[in-house]
């Protein structure tokens, strides 16, 4: 319950500018805020602000000297308008967290100035302990709950975070942050984790930076930390309000339906579990909306009773692609849930049994360089477990 209303009021917060009325401020101004809609221009966004055409056309001038792209207007920017004396004082456009733009009247004509919004950029140690959940542990330990989406991404391949957290479960993280007026406004890459779990065991990953420029995890001893499968086939992305027992799957060898059901809301994210090719991407009468890929050494998987496909038939993806959304269509469906099946040579077996190969270990030659490289994150990881909890 708790839960539910931090993540309501949070909702209500980011949400309200768009439903709220103006507010006279005791100066005689008047504050609209808006967000720009789906399929809104900046230009129409004015205009639905009460602007006339002159305005909207100086408006324009002004951003477009100021470097101001209009091509990169997205859903969801912030507009302020304050007026004064019925006429257009200031408007604030607020792209990111970062970039804003700032028009101002000046007599009678709109100046336009961009504003970089000061940020630092730190390294830092993130240390969860979960009471609970995985956002009640992020909150008490003053981090942003999205680091839980951050770091299930780091772990997909040996932890589900929707169904393997469990209470007095550990997870401790060198990452890069992104803080304005000593807040975090995003996490960047991680550079350690360590997740100590009660139904998963010790799991360490170490990124690393190959001689070709592209980076990936590693365990301490140089094996990858990659595997040619997910642990799960739902990409952990909402936050929960308690232990995922709805997400427990439950196998399901039931005439040619077989595989296993996860019950999840619809409209969770469904994720690639291997790199493939999409052999189908279409209606079932049993099994509705359906997306089957074919991987490497004769795999196969299938996803059933989506709500939503995002993706096409011969189209190659990646592990971890977003293929769907899942949702509770077809015949052969008795509530919200994700069907996923997954074929060896043809023939249906049980995705929870297998084990699947790890990519392949870091060569070598390279564990020297490997050891520096991480030798820095590595001993902040190792220090922080020395911390008594409580301290
Ligand atoms: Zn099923």
Request: charged share 25%.
């Amino acid at each position: 319950m708790f839960v539910v209303a931090i993540a309501a009021l949070l909702l209500t917060a980011q949400d309200s500018s768009t439903i709220s009325h103006p507010t006279p401020s005791p100066q005689g101004a008047l504050v609209k805020n808006r967000r720009l809609d789906k399929n809104q221009t900046v230009a129409r966004a004015l205009y639905d602000a009460g602007l006339d055409e002159v305005t909207v056309t100086a408006l324009h001038g002004a951003l477009s000297a100021a470097e101001f792209n209009f091509k990169k207007a997205r859903p969801g920017d912030q507009l302020r308008f304050v007026f004064r004396h019925g006429q257009l004082d200031v408007l604030d456009y607020r792209r990111s967290l970062l970039t804003e733009w700032q028009v101002r009247r000046d007599g009678d004509r709109y100046v336009a100035r961009k504003r970089e919004i000061e940020r630092e950029q730190r390294i830092e140690l993130v240390d969860l302990t979960v009471e609970s959940n995985v956002w009640d542990a992020a909150i008490s330990a003053g981090e942003r709950p999205d680091i839980a989406v951050t770091l299930s991404d780091v772990f997909a391949w040996d932890v589900d975070f929707y169904r393997d957290v469990q209470k007095g479960d550990r997870m401790r993280a060198v990452v890069e942050k992104v803080i304005h007026k000593g807040r975090t406004l995003e996490y960047g890459r991680v550079l350690a984790a360590e997740y100590m779990g009660r139904s998963v065991g010790t799991k360490k990953s170490f990124r690393y930076k190959m001689p070709d420029g592209t980076e990936t995890f590693f365990t301490e001893d140089g094996l990858s930390a990659r595997k040619t499968f997910l642990k799960s086939p739902l990409k952990y992305a909402t936050v929960t309000s308690g232990f995922g027992s709805r997400f427990h799957p439950v196998l399901n060898y039931v005439g040619n339906h077989n595989g296993v059901d996860y019950h999840a809301p619809s409209g969770t994210p469904v994720w690639a579990v291997s790199d493939g090719t999409v052999v189908r991407a279409g209606w079932n009468d049993g099994g509705g909306n359906v997306v089957c890929i074919k991987h490497v050494m004769s795999f196969e998987t299938c996803y059933m009773h989506l709500s939503k496909i995002l993706v096409k038939v011969g189209q190659r993806i990646a592990q971890k692609t977003v293929l769907a959304e899942s949702g509770n269509t077809g015949k052969l469906t008795t509530g919200p849930h994700l069907h996923f099946g997954l074929k060896r040579g043809g023939g249906w077996v049980n995705p929870l049994s297998q084990n699947f190969p790890r990519a392949e270990p870091l060569p070598k030659q390279l564990m020297e360089d490997f050891k520096q490289q991480i030798a820095d994150a590595a001993s902040r990881l190792a220090a922080s477990r020395v911390v008594l909890k409580g301290n």
